[in-house]
């Protein structure tokens, strides 16, 4: 019995494993090998789905091995494709007819800026003004203690008096020996005595009437007038202090007064400005300082206009050595009396005269090393860098370019820093505007 199920176990694994070939190895352990004991509930439909799968994954390597060596060798993949060009805003120059101008900065001055000092001394009597107000030419502003000087004035008409009674005896006594010389009962030396009496009171009278006319100015100095009309400062002195006249230098300050209309500003040139200035009078662009009256624009330091309109209508004979700057004055009308002496503001003088000027955003200028380049964009779109000369700069931050460029040219305004000379870039079309910008703009 025993032997039979021996048997029939043998033609079973022979019949799980149809046409599947052995080695001879194999073959010889299977039949050396003790037949293994079935595991509880084992079945054989079991034992041979485990061994199918391990066969089909056996196939499925195999397979996917063969594959991968036998099959024909692929191309490397393509390489990325370049990237575009960088993109860039590109637009024509502005064209405006406008002057230009070049701005300096100057402190506003008095025309007329006056010490009021005593011209005689004496007690001060009476001050006549509020510190600080406007005064008018002639008006009184200090009155110093007349008393001492009126009777001076006194004693000197009493002088005048007594020598012009001397005069009148000398005449007379002169006239008298005339008559007498005549009929020859005078001698030539008394004729001659009494004529040298009547020139000595004649010098006389005329010293009494200087001192006369001296103690008569003295009195007037006691009423202090104001010599011009402006705004007068505070005074100085008190009433009752004593105050030193004269006409030197120890003379007391009474107070001062500026006139306020009109008003000077004056302002430092420097040379290379004077320097450019003179060649274009040269070329005949603008008109000599010093041969007319340039008009000009002014503004205080708070203000962004230019609502001051004046003339030029000095300038100094020489530059200063240590500065190598020269001064110029520039007359302002200030009806309002608004500028105060003293004050800081700013000028702008014209370089030329209104004409075509091609204008461009001032950040689209570039700095290589003391070169100041644009970047246009040719036909194909690669960058060509244009030299230019640069003027200056409108209230609008356009800035002036006076050659290098031309109308036509597309110039780049945005993307700078993506721009190198020589290569591509893709232009976009921009445009370039000005806010509002008039004719005559201010320029810094």
Do not use: C
């Not at 025993?2 to 033609?11: G, I």
């Not at 100085?236 to 008003?263: A, C, F, Q």
Request: charged fraction near 25%.
């Amino acid at each position: 019995m025993m032997q039979q199920k021996t048997r029939t176990a043998k033609r079973d694994e022979a019949e799980e494993a149809p046409g599947a070939s052995a080695s001879a190895g194999e073959q010889k352990a299977r039949t050396e090998a003790p037949a293994a004991k079935p595991s509880p509930g084992q079945t054989a439909p079991a034992r041979r789905g485990g061994r199918i799968l391990l066969i089909v994954l056996a196939v499925i390597a195999a397979a996917a091995l063969a594959y991968r060596y036998m099959a024909p060798p692929q191309s490397e993949p393509a390489q990325a494709a370049a990237p575009p060009p960088p993109a860039v805003t590109v637009a024509k120059p502005l064209v405006e007819n406008l002057k230009e101008w070049r701005d300096f900065t100057g402190q506003f001055e008095a025309q007329e800026s006056v010490e009021i000092r005593a011209r005689v001394s004496g007690y001060l009597e009476s001050v006549n003004f509020t510190d600080g107000q406007l005064v008018k030419k002639g008006d009184l502003l200090f009155i110093i203690e007349p008393r001492p000087y009126e009777i001076a004035l006194d004693s000197a008409k009493a002088q005048l008096t007594q020598a012009e009674a001397q005069l009148q005896l000398a005449e007379v006594q002169l006239e008298r020996t005339a008559q007498l010389r005549k009929n020859d009962f005078a001698s030539q030396q008394t004729y001659d005595e009494r004529a040298a009496e009547v020139k000595s009171a004649t010098a006389s009278r005329d010293n009494a009437i200087a001192s006369v006319n001296q103690a008569e100015l003295n009195l007037d100095y006691t009423r202090v007038l104001a010599p011009v009309s402006g705004r007068v400062g505070r005074h100085e002195v008190s009433i009752g202090n004593l105050v030193m006249g004269g006409t030197g230098g120890s003379t007391t300050l009474l107070t001062t007064i500026v006139s306020l209309d009109p008003i000077w500003l004056m302002f430092n040139v420097s040379e290379g400005d004077g320097m450019t200035y003179k060649r274009l009078v040269q070329k005949g662009e603008i008109r000599s300082a010093r041969d007319a009256d340039i008009e000009v624009e002014g503004q205080l330091m708070d203000e962004k206009d230019w609502p001051l309109k004046g003339t030029i209508d000095f300038v100094d004979n020489q530059y200063d050595r240590s500065s190598g700057t020269i001064r110029v004055r520039a007359a302002f009308p200030n009806p309002n009396l608004f500028i105060t002496p003293g004050q800081f503001g700013r000028v702008r003088v014209p370089m030329s005269q209104e004409k075509p000027t091609i204008l461009v955003p001032d950040a689209a200028v570039v700095t290589d090393q003391s070169m100041k380049l644009l970047f246009a964009v040719s036909a194909d779109g690669t960058v060509v860098p244009k030299p230019v000369e640069l003027g200056s700069v409108t209230d609008d931050g356009l800035r002036i370019i006076r050659s290098g460029i031309t109308a036509d040219d597309e110039v780049i305004i945005n993307g700078i820093l993506r721009a190198r000379p020589g290569q591509k870039v893709t232009p976009e079309q921009g445009t370039i505007q000005a806010k509002g910008l008039p004719v005559g703009a201010s320029v810094q």
